[in-house]
Nanobody, 126 residues
Framework: QVQLVESGGGLVQAGGSLRLSCVVSGRTLITYAMGWFRQAPGKEREFVSAINWNGRNTTYGDSLKGRFTISTDNAKNTVYLQMNSLKPEPTAVYYC???????????????????WGQGTQVTVSS
C-alpha cells in the first residue's frame, strides 16, 4: 500500500517562496511517477506539476513553468515542489499523487494517478 504525506504548506506573501514535500511510503519511489495538483474551494482539482519515474521528464501547468520546480530525492523517497514568485491567489490545497510509471502515463491528468495524499494548504496573501 502506497501512502503519501505532504507537508510544507502555510501562509506566504505574494512574491515569496514555499517548498512542499511529499514523503512516499510502502513502495520505492524510483518506479513511480509523481504529480502535484491543487484545488481551491469550489473549483476543480488542477494540475500543477509532475515528474516521471527516472526524473528525465517533468511537466508543469500553464503559467507555472519558470516559477515552480519539481524534484525527487529517491534516497528519502520524497518529492518536492519548490514554488517561487508566488502570486496572490485563493487558498488552495496542494495534493501529492503517485502512480506506477509504465512509460505511458499522461502525467498531467488527474485520472492517471491512483494514490493521493491528504493535502497541504497554501495561502498566498497580497
Amino acid at each position: 500500500q502506497v501512502q503519501l504525506v505532504e507537508s510544507g504548506g502555510g501562509l506566504v506573501q505574494a512574491g515569496g517562496s514555499l517548498r512542499l514535500s511529499c514523503v512516499v511510503s510502502g513502495r520505492t519511489l524510483i518506479t513511480y511517477a509523481m504529480g502535484w495538483f491543487r484545488q481551491a474551494p469550489g473549483k476543480e482539482r488542477e494540475f500543477v506539476s509532475a515528474i516521471n519515474w527516472n526524473g528525465r521528464n517533468t511537466t508543469y501547468g500553464d503559467s507555472l513553468k519558470g516559477r515552480f520546480t519539481i524534484s525527487t530525492d529517491n534516497a528519502k523517497n520524497t518529492v518536492y515542489l519548490q514554488m517561487n514568485s508566488l502570486k496572490p491567489e485563493p487558498t488552495a490545497v496542494y495534493y501529492c499523487a503517485a502512480e506506477l510509471d509504465n512509460g505511458y502515463l499522461q502525467l498531467n491528468t488527474r485520472a492517471s494517478y491512483g494514490y493521493w495524499g491528504q493535502g497541504t494548504q497554501v495561502t498566498v496573501s497580497s
